[in-house]
C-alpha cells in the first residue's frame, strides 16, 4: 500500500479536489434534470462527462490516476458489471471508462449497463466482504453476462479518509462470465474467485486472515 505519510501539501490538494467535485454536483444535476425530455442516451452523456471532469481534476490536483487493462475482454452486448469495492473513485471512474470504451457500439443503444457492488459496501484493501447473491440473480433472470473487474483505488483514496494518494490506480476487467442456462450461486462463485485472484495479485496490502 502507499505509505507515504499525509501531508500539507497533500492535504491542500485534496482540498482542491473537493471543492471543484462538491461545487460541480448541483451543476451537473441541474443539467442532467433540464435534460429530461432528452433519451437516456444523452441525459446518461452529460451526467457521465462530470464523472470524466472529476477524474481529470483528480489526476492534476493530486497526482492520481488509472490504468485499465482487459478492455479487450469487454461484450458488445449489454452486460452486468461485478466491481471491488473500495472508495468513491470506483463509483466515479466505471462510468467513464464503460461509458468510452463502449461508445459507438450499435447494440448498446437499446441496452444500459448496470454496475453492482456484490460486497454491499466498501471494503477496506486486503480484507473481503460477503458477497451477496442478488446481481448474480439479476444476471440468472436476464441472461446477461457478468463482467467482473478488480481495482486497488482502496490504497490510494481511502474509504474513510480525506487525502487522496498520488499514483496510478491499477483497474483489471476480466473475461466476461456467461449467465445463461447457470445458476445464480455458480456465477457468483466464478465472480468472486476471479475478482479475489485478481485482487491478490495486484494489491500491495497483505491480505486480511
Same mark, same amino acid.
Given at each position: 500500500?502507499?505509505?507515504?505519510? /499525509? ?47 472529476? @477524474?481529470? $481534476? @483528480? ?29 468513491? $473513485? ?5 462510468? /467513464?471508462?464503460?461509458? @468510452? !470504451? ?34 448474480? !440473480? ?52 466464478? /465472480? ?15 491480505? /486480511?486472515?
Amino acid at each position: 500500500m502507499n505509505k507515504q505519510p /499525509a501531508t500539507a501539501a497533500g492535504f491542500i490538494r485534496s482540498s482542491l479536489f473537493s471543492i471543484v467535485f462538491v461545487t460541480t454536483i448541483p451543476i451537473f444535476a441541474l443539467l442532467t434534470v433540464l435534460c429530461f425530455p432528452f433519451p437516456f442516451k444523452v441525459r446518461y452523456a452529460i451526467a457521465s462527462r462530470w464523472a470524466l471532469l472529476n @477524474l481529470w $481534476w @483528480l489526476k492534476h490536483s493530486c497526482g492520481l490516476s488509472y490504468r485499465v487493462s482487459g478492455a479487450e475482454h469487454i461484450p458488445r452486448e449489454t452486460a452486468i458489471i461485478f466491481s471491488k469495492h473500495q472508495s468513491t $473513485w470506483e463509483t466515479l471512474a466505471l462510468q /467513464a471508462i464503460f461509458q @468510452l !470504451i463502449t461508445q459507438g457500439r450499435q447494440r448498446l443503444e437499446d441496452g444500459r449497463w448496470v454496475v453492482v457492488f456484490p460486497e454491499g459496501t466498501r471494503i477496506t484493501p486486503g480484507q473481503k466482504g460477503r458477497y451477496r447473491i442478488g446481481g448474480a !440473480i439479476l444476471a440468472e433472470q436476464s441472461g446477461h453476462p457478468i463482467v467482473p473487474v478488480a481495482h486497488n483505488a482502496g490504497e490510494f483514496w481511502p474509504r474513510k479518509g480525506f487525502i487522496k494518494r498520488p499514483g496510478e490506480i491499477q483497474v483489471v476487467i476480466g473475461p466476461a462470465i456467461p449467465s445463461q442456462g447457470r445458476a445464480a450461486a455458480e456465477i457468483l462463485k466464478e /465472480a468472486e474467485t476471479w475478482i479475489e485472484d485478481t485482487m491478490a495479485q495486484i494489491s500491495n496490502v497483505p491480505k /486480511a486472515r
